[in-house]
């Protein structure tokens, strides 16, 4: 299977506890999104990479949490501190930059990262 | 940015077609109007996306009104596998303009 994987899929954690969820994106996509979705809700926009550069970080992405993409390939997203609130599903999705100046990416998302903070 | 608004939930038989609709009064010239869907405890995946003429391809039709403040999501044959949320999302392809931003999409049920 060549689409994104994620890891791991599930990950229940103590409030106060360190945890990082791994994003393996398409080979060779150099666009890399973070999204996180709670129930009921659609996903919401945390940070986005295009090659190892960071270019846009949501205010939902607090100082509790840190994305990386060391080599423009894989990503990982930690979150100091775990709070009940950071309780969520983490996806990651990525994309080619599209040809042209006037046609959006297609970005393809991973299953998903279920972080459950007791 | 321009919002969308879709029904929450809708519900259609198995094997016959769907129109999802999505309202987006307040579009401008240069968004496209773009649909994902998420299946069951997945993540979201691109359906199609349209600027102005109505589009078509393996997995759906996009029909885009003339004024482009509304468009409709249309599954020709529904399936049990087709039930999902659907998300119809505005995007300005520019730089810094990247992101997807979701509403809260409309829930299909597919009746079999």
């Known amino acids: 299977d060549t689409g994104v994987s994620q890891d791991p899929r599930h990950k229940i954690t103590k409030r106060g506890q360190n945890v990082t969820f791994r994003c393996d994106p398409i080979?060779?996509?150099?666009?890399l999104y973070w999204y996180r979705q709670t129930l009921g809700q659609g996903p919401e926009f945390l940070t986005y990479f295009q090659n190892e550069a960071q270019l846009e970080k949501s205010r939902l992405l607090s100082d509790r949490f840190s994305a990386e993409r060391p080599k423009g390939s894989f990503s990982t997203l930690e979150i100091q501190r775990t709070e009940q609130g950071d309780s969520a599903m983490y996806l990651c999705?990525?994309?080619?930059?599209?040809?042209?100046?006037?046609?959006?990416?297609?970005?393809?998302f991973g299953p998903g990262t279920r972080l459950t903070v007791l | 940015d321009a919002k969308t608004t879709q029904p929450n939930s809708m519900e259609s038989n198995e094997e016959e077609p769907v129109h999802l609709p999505c309202n987006h009064s307040?579009?401008?010239?240069?968004?496209?109007i773009h649909w994902y869907r998420q299946l069951p405890s997945q993540g979201p995946e691109y359906v199609i996306h349209g600027l102005t003429s109505n589009v078509n391809n393996r997995m759906a039709s996009l029909a885009i009104a003339e004024d482009r403040k509304s468009s409709t999501l249309i599954l020709h044959r529904a399936t049990l596998r087709d039930a999902a949320v659907y998300y119809c999302?505005?995007?300005?392809?520019?730089?810094?303009?990247?992101?997807?931003?979701f509403g809260t999409g409309t829930r299909l049920t597919i009746i079999p």
């Open positions: 999302i505005l995007r300005f392809p520019n730089f810094g303009n990247e992101k997807l931003t």
């Open positions: 080979s060779e996509h150099n666009r």
């Open positions: 307040t579009i401008s010239g240069t968004d496209y």
């Open positions: 999705a990525s994309s080619e930059t599209p040809p042209g100046l006037k046609t959006a990416d297609t970005q393809y």
